[in-house]
T-cell receptor, first 111, second 114 residues
């Protein structure tokens, strides 16, 4: 079945850039997503990219997709303490676009 | 719109008891998803509905779990009997069909089975 993998932890200094990486196995994925989860809260969609794109930029967020290697990354520029959270990579395929999630990366932003 | 609403937010029960989790999707959304989040297994899809009809329940862990959607604005996930290994956060999400990409998640129900 589909599999999505992420590293578990990342620490950065405030003001630096953060890069969170993800790999997936389903070559039929149509959309790839980044969700953010703050403590005790639900999941908030940060951004998504269609599988025929290789880059998408949205303010401080840059998503890069290497479809050949099935590698997705999320870069957060000028990382702030409010960016501390768990970041989930997810992929969807099929008409329902049900999501398969990675394990999540805990981002800690140090002052 | 208030977003996806889930109740209760927290539930503590004893092993063997019946537990019912509730979800109200965003009005007009015709897809509804139930996910479970645990430390061991991460976020996994349990079941989803389209136009109130269950489409794929292959993620439901066992017969103790059942889900219903009696109308477009309400769904339940029931566990009977509950077991300690069912302790998790259960999320409901909804989406509108067509070109929409985003699933909107509720705040989750944190279930603890003692």
């Amino acid at each position: 079945g589909e599999d999505v993998e992420q590293s578990l932890f990342l620490s950065v200094r405030e003001g630096d850039s953060s890069v969170i990486n993800c790999t997936y196995t389903d070559s039929s994925s149509t959309y790839l997503y980044w969700y953010k989860q703050e403590p005790g809260a639900g999941l908030q969609l940060l951004t998504y990219i269609f599988s025929n794109m290789d880059m998408k930029q949205d303010q401080r967020l840059t998503v890069l997709l290497n479809k050949k290697d099935k590698h997705l990354s999320l870069r957060i520029a000028d990382t702030q303490t409010g960016d501390s959270a768990i970041y989930f990579c997810a992929e969807s395929s099929g008409s329902a676009r049900q999501l398969t999630f990675g394990s999540g990366t805990q981002l800690t932003v140090l002052p | 719109d208030a977003g996806v609403i889930q109740s209760p937010r927290h539930e503590v029960t004893e092993m063997g008891q019946e537990v019912t989790l509730r979800c109200k999707p965003i009005s007009g959304h015709d897809y509804l998803f139930w996910y479970r989040q645990t430390m061991m297994r991460g976020l996994e899809l349990l079941i989803y509905f389209n136009n109130n009809v269950p489409i794929d329940d292959s993620g439901m862990p066992e017969d103790r779990f059942s889900a219903k959607m009696p109308n477009a604005s309400f769904s339940t996930l029931k566990i009977q009997p509950s077991e300690p290994r069912d302790s998790a956060v259960y999320f409901c999400a909804s989406r509108i069909s067509g070109g929409a990409v985003e699933q909107f998640f509720g705040p989750g129900t944190r279930l603890t089975v003692l």
